[in-house]
């Protein structure tokens, strides 16, 4: 009895949920999937059942993992061309997984079956949900997750109103061999959601990414390159590249330095603040994100403390100085001018010279190698291991799967064992 309070007490806690749901555009359905992916071109590899990353690095993609199927790109993502006819379906169950003292349990997979199939992975409050479902449907709700049993083993629903809650309890298995829940997609899918985007995972890009993985069955060779391109994805997509990308390009072109840990993780996530790449207004939301930590990031007494009793041609100077980037006279000039006519802030000088593809380019592969760190092993990297991975990617022209290095954090004692 006491549980059931606690569990009922922490539905009413606002939490982000997890939709199933198509995006309504008018009086038809446009499917849209939020997911984060390198690029576009094939995403299949048929010879060899492998999942491979194409494109142009840093293109957000959505859509199934098909070849010929009626998609076509729109602003970076996948969209469906053929209508779904819209229905009245309005129905939800949601609920809260918790263990027997109460606590919330995350990461664990919930399975819908019946009138309508679906999964779910519980956020850090415990709680997962399931919408659009047809009220007066039969459903069943099953729970899993690695090294823990539940209670009851699964709910069945008869939806005859609008929301039902069905609540789990999560009991500790006992067995000599634990296994560890980063080896299943669905755990790995939303860790790294967590880990490289600081966000729980949306409903469309959780399936879509778990997906990748679970379609390889019992294919070893093909779950451990799907595992890796899927991992690189999330460095690699729109999002990260926007958000985390920007903090670190902020700090090199700033102070000459990559940034610590320490300072990297409340930064990304502070322009990281209620994104979602793919959603409604995301670019917007994004935009907003940016132009307020940026002019923030000039007031800081760090950056104060560097430039203030500089002229105007002397901060330009020391900002490209740090990018290490060839700029013409010319450019150099027109940044100069537009702060001396007052039509560029600083930082808005600041945010240019940041978000030159020069730059960027210039210092993907050791912001690659830093995130490793940063998003596997939640720490600074050490000099020489930090050195031995940037000297092996440059080697390999960038390519992480021939360099070996997200496989080699994949596997690393040391990343695993965040979990086991």
């Known amino acids: 009895m006491k549980l059931m309070n606690i569990l009922k007490s922490l539905v009413a806690v606002t939490v982000m949920s997890i939709s199933v749901a198509a995006q309504s555009s008018g009086g038809g359905f446009t499917i849209q999937q939020s997911v984060v992916a390198s690029g576009g071109g094939a995403s299949t590899d048929t010879v060899n ?125 006992n067995s000599g061999n634990s296994a560890n829940p980063l080896d299943t997609p669905e755990f790995f899918a939303r860790q790294h959601y967590l880990d490289f ?73 502070a322009i990281g603040a209620e994104l979602i790449v793919g959603r409604n207004g995301w670019q917007q939301q994004l935009e907003r994100n940016k132009q307020a930590f940026i002019e923030a990031w000039v007031q800081r007494p760090a950056f104060f403390a560097a430039y203030s009793n500089l002229s105007n041609d002397e901060y330009v100077a020391q900002l490209i100085a740090h990018t290490k980037v060839s700029y013409s006279i010319a450019q150099r000039d027109n940044l100069v001018a537009g702060l001396g006519n007052a039509t560029l802030t600083r930082s808005a000088v600041l945010r240019r010279i940041v978000e030159d593809q020069r730059f960027i380019s210039a210092r993907r592969n050791e912001t690659f190698v830093m995130m490793q760190y940063f998003g596997y092993l939640r720490r600074d990297p050490d000099p020489a291991g930090y050195q031995f991975w940037l000297n092996k990617l440059n080697e390999f022209d960038g390519d992480f799967e021939r360099a070996e290095m997200v496989k080699a954090f994949l596997n690393s004692a040391e990343y695993r064992s965040r979990f086991h």
């Open 49 to 173: 059942n492998a999942f491979s990353v194409t494109g142009t690095i840093g293109q957000s993609a959505a859509g199934m993992l098909t070849q010929g199927g009626p998609y076509s790109q729109i602003a970076g993502f996948w969209n469906q061309q053929s209508a779904v006819v819209p229905t009245a379906a309005d129905g939800t169950i949601s609920g809260i997984v918790a263990t027997s003292d109460g606590s919330p349990l995350g990461g664990v997979v919930v399975v819908l079956g019946g009138a309508k199939s679906g999964k779910a992975i519980t956020n850090a409050l415990g709680v997962y949900e399931f919408a659009d479902l047809d009220p007066g449907g039969f459903y069943i709700v099953t729970p899993a997750r690695a090294n823990y049993s539940f209670s009851p083993g699964n709910h069945a629903i008869s939806l005859f109103g609008h929301r039902v809650d069905a609540f789990f309890v999560a009991l500790t298995a």
């Open 197 to 269: 985007l600081g966000r729980e995972p949306d409903a469309a890009g959780f399936n879509f990414w778990s997906d990748q993985m679970l379609e390889c069955g019992s294919d070893l060779a093909c779950l451990e390159r799907r595992r890796i391109n899927v991992s690189a994805a999330y460095f690699l997509s729109i999002e990260f590249q926007q958000t985390g990308g920007l903090v670190d390009g902020l700090y090199r072109a700033s102070f000459g330095r990559r940034p610590l840990y320490a300072e990297f993780a409340p930064d990304a996530s």
